[in-house]
């Protein structure tokens, strides 16, 4: 392990909030031993954290929200079971509400801004491979039950793979590169039917929807719609 | 068909001061914090089904951060992204008079420094602070791999420091 020449800054602050191995934790000590200012640094952050942690408020009414919100959900649903006579129907609706995410125009645009902020961010592979299989492990290591992503070809290359979240979920991502552009594609276990690729445009980007084999799959690139259907064409393949 | 809602009330509660705490430094302002939290409840309520992580805190913050940042965008208020730039370096470490000078200061203080940093540099805070969430739970609300929560926080400790004791090294 690295000593520290110089005084250990970031290691400074994982060491006041207990992110070091004990390794780690010694070797920050060593040089605290000698190190007047390092160890006056660490003295003013942990004043720091006590000042904070002693202004923190508390916050009952946020228990009040969430009740508030669960009540109205119950009081909506008995509302719908009265209207319609039609109690399993209106079960099923309600069902269907809770399990299918927003399928409309804030959909393509929450799908186009996290494809947006993975390029400026410079991290839009967590895991750089172009082996599915491997890229699928380690999916499914961080969610399970991930859809694994398939090999690339005809002219798509498998870039590889982030978890990434869409609509307050967390979603598998594989990422593929067609000529310039990178391509996110998120795809999630879905008890939706098949169905064709959708593309629609959203700015500069080209976001395209489609379900295949109880996957749903959302799409989203600087790349055309004709590329984004010859890329569904391929997974689909690659798929069956 | 009531059992789904009463488990996501169990389910959010330990976590609910946490994400009114997150929203008001996200958003700065009651009312809208208000919208924030509840919007984040529905939201999580629509999807907790599916929720497969570690952590169901992480989870639900993450929740609370993208419709605050939705609420900014509809705003089109500070940005995050802009925040971003004006993070500034960390200082050299001051006199040890600066513990003393930072146990003097009352809560009303602190929320004031916190208000005048950045919106990245607060949240990152108050995570890692008040809500006392492990680096990897700040990482995944905030999207960002752990070398950036380390050096985010860093700073914003740096600079939380400076506003509430002044910079020695500058002339006022």
Do not use: F, H, N
């Given at each position: 392990m690295e000593t520290f020449d110089e005084h250990p800054r970031g290691a400074l602050h994982a060491y006041l909030d207990g992110e070091l191995s004990l390794e780690g934790s010694l070797e920050v000590e060593a040089h605290l031993s000698t190190c007047s200012p390092c160890r006056r640094q660490l003295e003013t952050y942990r004043a720091l954290r006590r000042v904070l942690q002693q202004a923190r408020a508390a916050a009952p009414e946020a228990e009040t929200a969430l009740v508030r919100v669960t009540r109205s959900v119950r009081a909506r649903r008995r509302r719908a079971f009265a209207i319609g006579g039609l109690g399993a129907m209106a079960a099923a609706a309600v069902v269907a509400l809770v399990l299918i995410p927003r399928a409309g125009g804030g959909m393509v645009q929450e799908v186009a801004a996290v494809h947006a902020r993975a390029l400026e961010?410079?991290?839009?592979?967590?895991?750089?491979?172009?082996?599915?299989?491997?890229?699928?492990?380690?999916?499914?290591a961080r969610l399970p039950g991930a859809v694994p992503p398939t090999a690339g070809g005809d002219g798509f290359a498998l870039r590889g793979a982030r978890v990434d979240s869409l609509d307050g979920r967390p979603v598998a991502t594989a990422v593929y590169q067609v000529r310039s552009h990178l391509v996110d594609v998120f795809a999630w276990p879905s008890a939706e039917r098949d169905m064709e690729p959708r593309p629609s445009v959203a700015g500069r980007w080209t976001v395209c929807r489609w379900s295949h084999r109880g996957v749903a799959y959302w799409m989203v690139s600087e790349a055309g719609t004709e590329d984004l259907k010859a890329l569904a064409a391929l997974i689909k393949e690659r798929r069956t | 068909m009531d059992d789904d809602s009463r488990e996501f009330e169990q389910f959010a509660r330990p976590h609910a001061a946490a994400a009114l705490r997150l929203a008001r430094t996200l958003v700065r302002n009651e009312a809208d914090?208000?919208?924030v939290l509840q919007d984040s409840f529905l939201r999580a309520f629509r999807h907790f089904r599916g929720f497969s992580g570690e952590s169901p805190r992480a989870w639900l913050l993450s929740i609370v951060r993208n419709v605050s940042f939705t609420l900014w965008r509809k705003r089109e208020r500070d940005d995050?992204?802009?925040?971003?730039?004006?993070?500034?370096a960390e200082s050299d470490p001051g006199p040890s008079a600066e513990a003393r000078l930072l146990e003097a200061c009352d809560a009303a203080q602190i929320h004031a420094a916190l208000d005048r940093l950045p919106g990245l540099h607060r949240e990152v805070?108050?995570?890692r602070e008040m809500e006392e969430c492990s680096y990897r739970e700040i990482a995944e609300i905030l999207g960002v791999p752990i070398g950036t929560v380390m050096s985010r926080l860093s700073r914003a400790r740096a600079q939380l420091v400076r506003e509430l004791v002044g910079d020695p090294r500058s002339k006022n």
């Open positions: 961010s410079g991290r839009s592979v967590e895991l750089a491979s172009s082996d599915p299989l491997a890229l699928g492990q380690w999916l499914s | 914090a208000q919208d995050p992204g802009d925040l971003e730039t004006t993070l500034d805070l108050v995570l």
